[in-house]
């Protein structure tokens, strides 16, 4: 979970046209890196995961504690109106949140159920709902050893994304993308082309797309096959808030499976 969530600060400060980059060299904890969106949706996912009850209300609240952070337009409008249901968005939302799900599934087929029910409370679309399923299950198979490549092809072949295509092939044709169909596959090579969460966040970075988002969904999936280094661990605190931290705190604390790293 907190992979995903470093994945999210560090590619806050590349967010938006003038901003984005096509380089892994940059510095990765910046002072102008913030949590955003991806994050406050991640918390509450993990919430839900812990404690149980509606994850619409557990999801408006965490938006409403922390305003201001990125939120798509009709996700805003959602998120204001508890009345309002799923509105059939494609988006990278349901992706994005969905890390948590993947550490805290029993089995496969609970990975695949509970990233659904995470997704189809505001992203229902067939797109939406496949992506969500696709970053929990990597998740899910991570801890288990199971061979990188092997991982490629089974989710290839699951969910009819291209994942052939290498970082660098990628990197020059990709473009601001913020659809599940079309920017979920690419998460997914730059988190299992490496052998270290630090990397796959700098090539999610390096894609100059959707930077935040890409990274989080890249940094959740590599946390799972690589492990957490501490000093990464350490090195977003800072640009935390207290109840993020202590939600992150209790869900490692419950859902500590998973390999380690110096």
């Not at 605190?237 to 207290?242: G, H, I, K, Q, V």
Request: with cysteine.
């Amino acid at each position: 979970m907190l992979g995903g969530i470093i994945g999210d600060v560090v590619g806050s400060r590349f967010e938006g046209r003038r901003r984005r980059i096509k380089s892994k060299d940059f510095e990765f904890f910046h002072p102008d890196c913030r949590y955003t969106d991806d994050t406050v949706c991640t918390c509450a996912v993990a919430q839900w995961l812990l404690d149980g009850g509606e994850l619409a209300t557990i999801l408006r609240d965490w938006v409403r504690r922390h305003p201001g952070r990125g939120y798509g337009g009709m996700f805003r409008r959602w998120a204001a109106d508890p009345a309002r249901g799923p509105y059939g968005s494609w988006g990278n939302g349901a992706p994005m949140r969905v890390g948590p799900v993947g550490w805290a599934a029993r089995h496969e087929a609970e990975a695949l159920e509970l990233a659904r029910r995470s997704a189809a409370i505001t992203h229902d679309h067939p797109d939406a709902l496949a992506a969500a399923q696709a970053v929990a299950l990597a998740i899910f198979w991570g801890p288990q050893g199971r061979p990188r490549a092997a991982v490629r092809r089974e989710l290839a072949r699951r969910f009819g994304y291209d994942l052939t295509a290498s970082i660098d092939q990628l990197r020059p044709r990709h473009r601001f993308d913020v659809s599940a169909r079309g920017s979920t596959p690419i998460a997914l090579v730059c988190a299992l082309e490496t052998q270290e969460l630090e990397d796959a966040i700098r090539n999610a970075v390096s894609m100059g797309g959707d930077s935040d988002t890409l990274a989080c969904m890249a940094g959740s999936v590599a946390e799972a096959f690589y492990g957490l280094p501490d000093r990464l661990a350490q090195g977003v605190r800072p640009f935390l808030s207290d109840d993020i931290l202590a939600l992150i705190a209790r869900f490692r604390a419950r859902f500590p499976k998973g390999p380690t790293s110096p």
